[in-house]
């Protein structure tokens, strides 16, 4: 006894000296750092060699979307610094009173290209590349670098004849990549971007005079932090303004970012609503159609047969409710995509998928997939094999048997099960926008348009109406479902 | 024509039976776990035999030599389940005529006859929940009947039913034993059920025939008698309307050649005049006297001999005695068996208390 109450103190100062040791690492300055994703290989390197040289500070970099930092700032965030990939964005936090306009600073600059494959043949010009075939740019609706790849692109009168090419992504990298694995022929992408690989040749660079200077500002949010004023200071050293340029930005040294915040590079989101909510019922529509006979036969095959390895195609039928929807997503890329092995197959029947509202479907299914095979299931087992027999010695071939019996009796699941697949459908995002992006009017179904609308400054109004109109869409399908089971059940289904 | 032989192997238990039967009726009777059902799902195709041959009339269902194995629905065999098993979502109407628009089986029956018969004109557009239990068995029984079987199959038709309902429902089936003339084989535990339906009984035990034959010879058998128990041995004895005493309102049924003296009076429901009629008789409603007693109000007194002797329990005994080349049983105390002093091949007179109409 006296041994085990030793092994307990032994314990107890075990776990004290082990906080003690950490104490002076949390007793450590702090400085969190919000910033553009597209900053960060830089900012990584930056923030590294300043710890080297004040190992008394410790950096932590949280990287997102400047609309989400921001938003994010906006609903006091404790956060030391931040560094956005527009002056939008700033302006925004100017206007929620979160900092002053004097405050901001622009810490580098960048510029846009136009990039292909490396190792592409083709050698006409990027005019013609971006006329004749699929390329790339973020969203302009709300991507940054989508806005002035519109910007520079109608300077350049080319908007109006090459749009219907563009496939718009929701994130730089994620188009970096598209353009890598040759899904596209060109991409619009920053000078930043294109440093970082080397599978990417650029073929044009736009002058600034195409589009709104391309500018990174930066702010201290937390005068009350000293050691945050120390890194902020150390941003615009020679040092860190030559990693930056390493990096493909353009150094600007230290000037107050306030000229480059006079314009506003967001424009005005025209919230056209029905197109939306049409593709989005389109989608979801067209997903359940194919989805629900095909979960119909695998929740029949699951509730009536034995067989060699069911257990393996029973997780498999639930991998997507437990997945991460942006690997189902990317997946889908690599499968269905143009140089995917079933992409390329389908398409010899003129089926495509990539970034096609199809491909919106195909992705909603999937993901709506356990949802719709769990309810039919449940309500093939509980089918008695008794009534089946009874049918089978009155004369019920399997069909006939399957006809009057199964259907009907299974009906309730059927509708249960097509109902939650609908409003999965509707809200499907993270598998969808990895796989078809988010493209206005092509794969931008409900949520991916409250996403856009979230990301711009101005977009609160609509990214509401949507909103609730999809509280709406989701509430009326789910009565409907309540209203059709119990007439059915009224009528002595079950 | 009901020719079956089969065996059939599954979870521990060995079913071999074979019999034949071209009975209008033929009962198979036994304790539950028998493999008395089993062996109707084996006939209707719905359970697989492992090996043996079925073969109704020329139509041979299920032979593993040859390879014949017809599919239930191709069997044109009627089966009624002891739980009804209606369809729950259909009405009874669209149920009873399943057969035909699902399973594409014409009928001679005229379905209003049937209806009528089974009293379910006033139930045809009710949902299965919204009926009883013998309304539920009424409906599959028309069910069945309307798919135009060759073989009636019934697995417990009464089991599920309390006692006043079995009595609604048991002339139903005499009627379409009657009426129809649809052969078929019913499934039961309860011998009180089956004696009233069957000619020809089967029972089964332990997955085997035990006992075969027509009902009369069975319920005489020993191991009729065992599965009855104490309390309720009984004869069937077989007897012919012989006259009227129409005064009284009773038949008189002679059990052998009339002239034998065998007379018994009963009051009949539904006389017919001329036939011959099955009776159930309980072995405690049969007292033994070794001469006629003239001051008595029982009326039925037949003439018969001992046959057998046999210790029933502590306190009787049970006479096995000849009457007309019948057998009748009788269960006596051992001290009345004493008194009398009976012996095999000694006369005795034979009073029964009550006889039930088989």
Same mark, same amino acid.
């Given at each position: ?6 092994y307990i ?7 004290l000296m082990?906080? +003690? ?9 702090r400085?969190? !750092?919000? %910033?553009a ?7 990584d390197?930056?923030? %590294?060699?300043?710890e080297?040289d004040h190992?008394e ?9 400047s609309?989400?930092?921001a ?6 965030? /404790?956060?030391d ?9 700033? #302006?925004? =936090?100017v206007?929620?009173?979160?900092v002053? $306009?004097?405050?901001?600073k622009?810490?580098?600059e960048n510029q846009?290209? !136009? ?8 050698n ?5 590349i ?9 969203d ?11 910007q520079?692109?109608t300077?350049q009168?080319?908007?109006v ?5 563009a ?5 730089i990298r994620v ?5 890598e694995r @040759?899904?596209a022929?060109a ?7 294109v440093?970082?690989? &080397?599978?990417?040749q650029?073929i044009?660079?736009f ?13 201290? =949010?937390n005068?009350?932090?000293?050691? +945050?004023?120390?890194f ?8 860190a303004?030559?990693t930056l340029?390493?990096?493909?930005? #353009? ?9 480059a ?19 989005s019922?389109?989608?979801a529509?067209v997903a *359940?159609?194919?989805?629900? /006979?095909?979960?119909?036969?695998v ?13 393996f195609?029973?997780?498999?039928v ?7 929807p942006?690997?189902?997503?990317y997946l889908? =890329? ?9 992409? $390329?197959?389908l398409s010899?029947?003129?089926?495509e ?5 199809t ?6 299914g999937?993901?709506?997939?356990p949802?719709l095979v769990?309810?039919?299931?449940l ?5 008695? @094999? ?5 049918a ?5 071939n ?10 009907p ?5 059927i509708?249960?099960g097509?109902?939650?697949g ?10 969808t ?13 409900l ?6 609308f979230?990301q711009? /400054?101005?977009?609160d109004d %609509?990214?509401?109406?949507?909103m609730?109109i999809?509280? +709406?869409?989701? =509430? ?9 089971s ?5 009528k002595?289904?079950? | *024509?009901? #020719? ?8 521990g238990?060995?079913?071999d ?5 071209d009975? /209008? ?13 089993t062996?109707l799902?084996l ?5 697989k035999?492992?090996k ?6 020329d139509?041979?269902l299920f &032979?593993?030599?040859?390879?014949v194995d ?8 009627? *089966? ?15 149920n ?12 001679n029956?005229e379905?209003?006859?049937?209806? &009528? ?6 139930l045809?557009?009710r949902?299965p929940?919204n009926l009883?239990g ?7 029984i028309?069910?069945a009947?309307?798919s135009?079987p ?6 417990e038709?009464? +089991?599920?039913l309390?006692?006043?309902r079995?009595?609604?429902?048991l ?12 052969p078929m ?6 011998p009180?059920?089956?004696h009233q ?16 034959? #027509? ?8 191991a *009729?008698q ?6 309720n041995?009984s ?6 309307i012989s006259?009227?005493e ?21 009051h009949m429901?539904e006389s ?10 309980h072995a ?7 001469s006629?007693?003239?001051?008595t109000?029982l ?15 502590n ?5 096995t ?29 034979a009073?029964i208390?009550s006889v039930?109409?088989?």
């Open positions: 006894m006296r041994c085990f109450i030793k103190w032994l314990l107890i100062s075990v776990f082990s906080a +003690a040791v950490t104490v002076p690492a949390s007793s450590q300055d400085v969190v !750092v919000f %910033a994703s597209s900053m960060k290989d830089a900012l390197q930056i923030s %590294a060699s300043f080297v190992p500070i410790d950096i932590i970099l949280s990287y997102a979307s609309g989400v930092l938003r994010q700032i906006a609903n006091d965030a /404790p956060v610094l931040f560094v956005s990939a527009s002056t939008d964005w700033m #302006n925004y =936090l206007e929620q009173s979160q002053k $306009q004097n405050d901001i622009s810490l580098a846009l290209v !136009v990039v292909a494959p490396e190792n592409t043949s083709d006409s010009d990027w005019r013609e971006l006329e004749r075939g699929r390329f790339v740019m973020g302009p609706s709300h991507v940054p670098a989508g806005i002035y790849a519109k520079a692109l300077a009168s080319l908007w004849k090459v749009s219907q090419n496939v718009l992504t929701e994130n188009a970096l990549g598209i353009v @040759q899904e022929g991409g619009i992408l920053y000078q930043s971007d440093q970082l690989s &080397d599978r990417l650029i044009h660079r002058s600034d005079k195409d589009h709104a200077k391309i500018s990174y500002p930066v702010v201290r =949010l005068a009350a932090n000293d050691a +945050a004023g120390i902020f200071d150390y941003l615009f050293t020679q040092g303004q030559s340029a390493a990096y493909g930005f #353009n150094s600007v040294g230290a000037q107050t970012a306030s000229e915040a006079d314009h506003q590079i967001f424009e005005n989101p025209t919230p056209y609503l029905w197109p939306i909510i049409f593709l019922l389109k989608v529509f *359940m159609l194919f989805a629900v /006979p095909l979960a119909y036969a929740a029949f095959l699951l509730a009536r047969y034995e067989f060699r390895g069911k257990a195609v029973q997780a498999l639930m991998t997507p409710l437990v997945m991460p942006v690997v189902t997503g889908l =890329l690599l499968l269905f995509g143009n140089k995917g092995e079933i992409g $390329q197959f010899y029947f003129g089926v998928f990539a970034f096609k509202w491909g919106a479907a195909l992705a909603a999937l993901m709506a997939f949802l769990r309810p039919m299931r309500s093939i087992e509980a089918i008695d @094999q008794g009534v089946v027999d009874a089978n010695t009155l004369g019920a399997v069909w006939t048997r399957f006809r009057t019996v199964f259907l009796l299974s009906l309730p699941g509708i249960a097509a109902v939650l609908f409003a999965k459908s509707l809200g499907e995002f993270g598998a926008i990895t796989f078809v992006s988010n493209i206005p009017d092509e794969t931008q179904t949520s991916l348009a409250i996403y856009s979230l711009s /400054p101005n977009g %609509a990214a509401l109406t949507l609730l999809s509280i +709406a869409i989701a =509430l009326g399908a789910v009565l409907l479902s309540e209203m059709v119990s007439r059915l059940y009224r002595g289904q079950m | *024509m009901l #020719n079956l032989k089969i065996e059939k192997e599954f979870q238990f060995k079913l039976i074979a019999f034949q039967s009975a /209008p009726v033929t009962a198979l009777f036994g304790r539950s776990g028998a493999g008395k059902s062996i799902k006939i209707a195709g719905l359970v035999p492992d043996g041959t079925i073969v109704l009339d139509t041979t &032979d593993d030599v040859s390879g017809l599919p239930a629905h191709k069997r044109g065999l009627g *089966m009624v389940f002891q739980d009804a098993r209606l369809f729950p979502h259909y009405d009874v109407k669209t009873l005529t399943y057969a035909n628009w699902a399973g594409g089986r014409k009928t029956l379905f209003s006859r049937v209806v &009528d018969l089974l009293g379910l004109a006033h045809l557009k949902q929940q009883s013998g309304e539920k068995q009424r409906v599959a028309g069910r009947l309307l135009n060759s073989l009636l199959l019934l697995d038709p009464l +089991a599920s309390d006692i006043e079995k009595r609604a429902l002339p139903f089936l005499r009627a379409i034993r009657d009426e129809f003339k649809i084989v019913v499934v039961s535990h309860d009180m059920d089956v339906l069957a000619e020809h009984l089967v029972i089964i035990d332990e997955g085997q025939v035990v006992e075969e034959g #027509n009902v009369r010879s069975v319920f005489a058998s020993h *009729m065992e599965r009855l128990g104490e309390r041995q004869a069937v004895i077989e007897a012919n006259g009227f129409r005064d009284y309102g009773l038949t008189l049924l002679s059990v052998g050649n009339p002239s034998l003296g065998a007379t018994i009076r009963l429901d017919t005049g001329e036939g011959m009629c099955r009776l159930l008789i405690r409603d049969v007292a033994l006297a070794l006629k007693p003239c001051d109000s009326q039925n007194c037949l003439p018969a001999k001992v046959a057998e002797i046999n210790v029933s329990d306190a009787h005994m049970l006479i005695c000849d009457v007309a080349g019948q057998t009748l049983f009788s269960q006596i105390t051992k001290k009345s068996f004493d008194e009398l002093g009976l012996e095999p091949g000694k006369t005795v007179f009073l208390k039930a109409l088989a």
